[in-house]
């Protein structure tokens, strides 16, 4: 059965650091892997999204890396700003399923 | 434009009461999904529904029921609230259902029950 862990549950830095934010997974037979960004009382938006056939994904200031071997993704968040203050969730949708499997999340504070 | 809309925001139940929860999108997605976050824990799906007139069971699909009433709309109906039911609910949806598809989510529905 597929597992997704997210470590640390929770992270806290000062603004303008790089930060690199974590997500396992224990069947490398996955579909894709997608990062999404949680606000308090709010939906989920997706961020990043990278097929098992890429290996990272840019948008802005984000990179999200898949190493499928390893079963390891990251997401980096460069010069980071308190907007980026959010929980960060990681899934991934494995071979021939529409579901995604989940992980719970870090919670990722940047203090001003 | 409004996305995914969920309604209500907040319920509060006794033991045993039903309710329906319901879902709306004006992307003209195809798919569309039913989800509850636990703390500590990942999203579960419960219900999808990969287009219109079909759905099928995820992984928690125990005392609920679900309705892809029209292509915009999807509802999740719980017959007999359990405590182990108090879980905020996300609906989600999709173009299509998996691969690149991105899923857009409403903003939880979040339910206490007694």
């Known amino acids: 059965k597929q597992e997704v862990t997210q470590i640390p549950a929770a992270l806290s830095v000062p603004e303008g650091e790089n930060l690199v934010l974590n997500c396992s997974f224990t069947?490398?037979?996955?579909?894709?892997l997608q990062w999404f960004r949680q606000d308090p009382g709010k939906g989920l938006t997706s961020l990043l999204l990278?097929?098992?056939s890429q290996r990272e994904q840019t948008s802005g200031r984000l990179n999200a890396s898949l190493d499928k071997s390893s079963g390891r993704s990251t997401l980096y968040i460069a010069a980071s700003q308190p907007g980026d203050s959010a929980t960060y969730l990681c899934?991934?949708?494995?071979?021939?399923?529409?579901?995604?499997?989940w992980g719970a999340g870090t919670k990722l504070i940047i203090k001003p | 434009n409004a996305g995914v809309t969920q309604t209500p925001k907040f319920q509060v139940l006794k033991t045993g009461q039903s309710m329906t929860l319901q879902c709306a999108q004006d992307m003209n997605h195809n798919s569309m999904y039913w989800y509850r976050q636990d703390p500590g824990m990942g999203l579960r799906l419960i219900y999808y529904s990969a287009s219109e007139g079909t759905t099928d069971k995820g992984e928690v699909p125990n005392g609920y029921n679900v309705s892809r009433l029209n292509k915009r709309e999807f509802s999740l109906r719980l017959e007999s609230a359990a405590p182990s039911q108090t879980s905020v609910y996300f609906c989600a949806s999709s173009l299509l259902a998996g691969g690149p598809n991105t899923q857009y989510f409403g903003p939880g529905t979040r339910l206490t029950v007694l």
């Open positions: 990278i097929q098992s």
């Open positions: 899934a991934v949708e494995m071979d021939s399923n529409y579901q995604l499997i």
């Open positions: 069947d490398s037979a996955i579909y894709n």
